[in-house]
């Protein structure tokens, strides 16, 4: 039966949104193993916007969904609206925007929350049984959430952030760009993406293993 997968977004760019190259690269993985997709966000204004080219910081505001619905080409719903009855497994890209928007991890560091929408799907999700799966940055959510179930993940090797989170109770496991580690207990799936990953082909090796181990919990 064909699985149909939420993929959360947090904006648009790696320094204020969703990473585009994970974003597209997760959709395109899904896409070949099969299963339907839908995208959602928050209906937020981001915390920041950032120039990309330059790498300093604007006064615009904008709309986190506005904001995803051009990586999703305009195929996104409201994080509210989501149907989890609908769906068979979440995933979620890196990018700073979940340090911002989808958290304040980026502010409140081992304080932090996840942003309340996206939490009580989350917690929702875990407690029906779907798997979810977090790249790069994105595992700073799960270990919020599920650190105190002695959550196993990976960032890489970034071991100073690593043991921030490591008092949210989670546990860090090294691991290379191109793989990915999963906590079968927990059904959660992680992979470095782009904090180790120097290449796309990298990143897309290390995706794709993470979206087949999901989908096999599914």
């Known amino acids: 039966m064909k699985k149909k997968v ?9 320094r204020d949104g969703s990473e585009i190259h994970e974003s597209v690269v997760t959709l395109l993985a899904l896409d070949r193993a099969g299963a339907d997709v839908v995208c959602a ?61 989808l958290s304040n991890f980026n502010t409140a560091k081992e304080a932090a929350t996840v942003e309340p929408t996206l939490k009580n799907l989350l917690l929702a999700a875990h407690a029906a049984g779907k798997p979810l ?52 207990k927990l059904k959660i799936v992680t992979t470095p993406a782009y904090m180790l990953a120097e290449r796309l082909s990298e990143l897309e090796a290390g995706v794709t293993q993470l979206v087949g181990e999901l989908l096999k919990l599914a």
């Open 6 to 14: 939420l993929v959360v977004l947090a904006g648009c760019g790696v």
């Open 41 to 101: 966000a928050p209906n937020i204004v981001s915390v920041q916007c950032v120039d990309h080219f330059r790498g300093t910081v604007n006064q615009e505001r904008r709309n986190v969904l506005a904001e995803s619905a051009r990586i999703a080409r305009g195929q996104i719903i409201p994080l509210g609206q989501v149907k989890l009855e609908e769906i068979d497994a979440v995933v979620i890209p890196g990018g700073l925007g979940v340090a911002t928007n």
């Open 133 to 184: 799966g977090f790249l790069c940055l994105a595992p700073i959510l799960a270990a919020i959430l599920f650190g105190a179930q002695g959550l196993r993940y990976t960032l890489g090797d970034d071991e100073e952030l690593a043991a921030t989170l490591s008092r949210f109770g989670a546990q860090h496991v090294k691991c290379a760009a191109t793989g990915a580690v999963t906590d079968t």
